[in-house]
């Protein structure tokens, strides 16, 4: 049963415009929240993460929003850019291990 | 500023074969991690280790095996390759597993088995 997840498979968006990325999980045990970016043939790199003590953690254009009531978390891309194309995954904080969703396709058009 | 390498980058094998994926970092981390990527899948768990000497198996441990003799590297070894484990693979450290640390991932090796 998956523990993080991410129900859109993916996501079209205008540059300039806002991309918004959602991540449903059901463990309440998780503490840390991480997002990460991967290109075609590269690894996943370190986006932005948030505490579960905390509801917002911004980094440039990148804002992540945590609602622990609902158990559901959302990466805010502000303004959107065609480098911003990728695969990004949502992981959840459970003890050593991350678990992962199963990753959300961003496409942004110029 | 090469981070975390693995090699090879691509690789074939037929049932029944055995390999060993290697796994190198140079940032010093103690924690190092190997996940499996399934299509259309995140990222799954094999094995993991805290330290060199010390391992633990994740969430999908079957048909692999570890070894971590020293700080920088991790192999991954197959013994015997089934099709089930055609899948791309990659290694991970990380500095400590403090909540919220993030893990840094090399480039993977995708593997299939024919």
């Known amino acids: 049963d998956q523990q993080v997840k991410q129900n859109s498979p993916s996501l079209s968006v205008q540059e300039g415009r806002i991309s918004i990325l959602n991540c449903d999980y059901t463990?309440?045990?998780?503490?840390?929240f991480l997002w990460y970016k991967k290109y075609p043939a590269e690894g996943p790199t370190f986006l932005i993460s948030?505490?579960?003590?905390?509801d917002k953690n911004e980094d440039g254009r990148f804002t992540v929003f945590l609602n622990k009531s609902a158990k559901h978390l959302s990466l805010h891309i502000v303004p959107s850019q065609p480098g911003d194309s990728a695969v990004y995954f949502c992981?959840?904080?459970?003890?050593?291990?991350?678990?992962f969703g199963k990753g959300t396709t961003l496409s942004v058009s110029s | 500023n090469a981070g975390v390498t693995q090699t090879p980058k691509f690789r074939i094998l037929k049932i029944g074969q055995s390999m060993t994926l290697q796994c190198t970092q140079d940032?010093?981390?103690?924690?190092m991690y190997w996940y499996r990527q399934d299509p259309g899948m995140g990222l799954k768990l094999i094995y993991y280790s805290v330290g060199a000497g010390i391992t633990d198996k994740g969430e999908v441990p079957n048909g692999y095996n570890v070894s971590r003799s020293t700080t920088e590297d991790f192999p991954l070894r197959l013994e015997l390759a089934a099709p089930s484990q055609t899948s791309v693979y990659f290694c991970a450290s990380s500095y400590s597993s403090e909540r919220g640390q993030p893990q840094h991932f090399g480039d993977g090796t995708r593997l299939s088995i024919l």
């Open positions: 940032m010093n981390h103690n924690y």
């Open positions: 992981a959840a904080s459970g003890g050593t291990a991350l678990i």
């Open positions: 463990n309440s045990m998780f503490d840390y």
């Open positions: 948030i505490s579960s003590i905390k």
